[in-house]
């Protein structure tokens, strides 16, 4: 359920909704908007409850409607949050006019890879570098990532180029050095239903990103996103990364770029598309690249390395450095046409 306030309505009036609404045992949500307050409620209410509390809050003074939200997630729908989210960290906006592009290796290699990648991904206009510590791997006899070594790497290279950084938490025991080291936390597609893990980066104010799992279901998504707002974390990204594929001869998995539009339609919160791990082929990702944009995505995660044919880790997928220079160009033409911007870097 959704209070919207009138727009003169005074703070005391507010507080007294505020008031009102706990005093049934219920957590009500104070959202300040632009033009007027929302108050939300965010715990079940009861049905025997629903008509007579809608009621009790329609007659207060300075209330203007109260809604229903028939969704299961609440705190994530745009029913309860009908303006568009943006996630801001030093400096960089997710979910504005701008298109921003995080990019880096899959797994932080050594600080020459890294550092190349780095500088590759800024003087194109990237905003945010990417780069794996811990690793999701199928195998346990592949390559696990550096570790705590990979994260010192990151905010060295992370302070010495300007990008904010973006890294896997794996598990909610490392939760505390990744956020000691990195600026936005990802939570793996392997990941989105671990809900303890969920509930643990809910609890810091850090921005997440939540991989959509291969085989997961919008709602499932926007259900995984809802445990972390619920624990009073707003800063929510929401990355498709593609789901389980009919084929898997040409690509991963299947990228669901309807997901854009739909999830923008259904939440509040800013969406990006990382078509790296859906193509698994360096070759298909500037296609996507382009197509995510134009429906609408608000940022990439793209997988880049120096030397992709040495990478320890989806190599595959990753596009080489000079690609990735041409994609930055290419892509700020479809921003353009979509009335987007994608920033320019110092060699573009
Ligand atoms: C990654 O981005 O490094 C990754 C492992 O991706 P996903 O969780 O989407 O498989
Ligand atoms: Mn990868």
Redesign the pocket.
Known sequence: MIVAMKTDATNEEIERVVERISSFGLKALNMPGGERTAIGIASAIPPELRETLAEILESMPGVDRVTHVSRTYKLASREFHPIDTVVTIKGVQIGSNEVVVAAGP?AIESREQLLAAAKAVKDAGGKVLRG?AFK?RTSPYSFQGLGVEGLKLLKEVGEQTGLVTIT?VMDQHDLQVVLDHADIL?I???NMQNYPLLTAVGKSDRPVVI?RGPSATIDEWLLAAEYVLAQGNSNVILCE?GVHPLDREHTRYTLDLSAVPVVKFLSHLPVIV?PS?ACGNWRFVAAMSKAAVAAGADGLLIEVHPNPSTALCDGAQSLKLESFATLMHDLRAVATAVGRKIEFGASS
Do not use: L, S, V, Y
Request: glycine share 16%.
């Open positions: 899959c794996g999701p896997e990802q793996g597609a392997r991989k990364r990382d791990h």
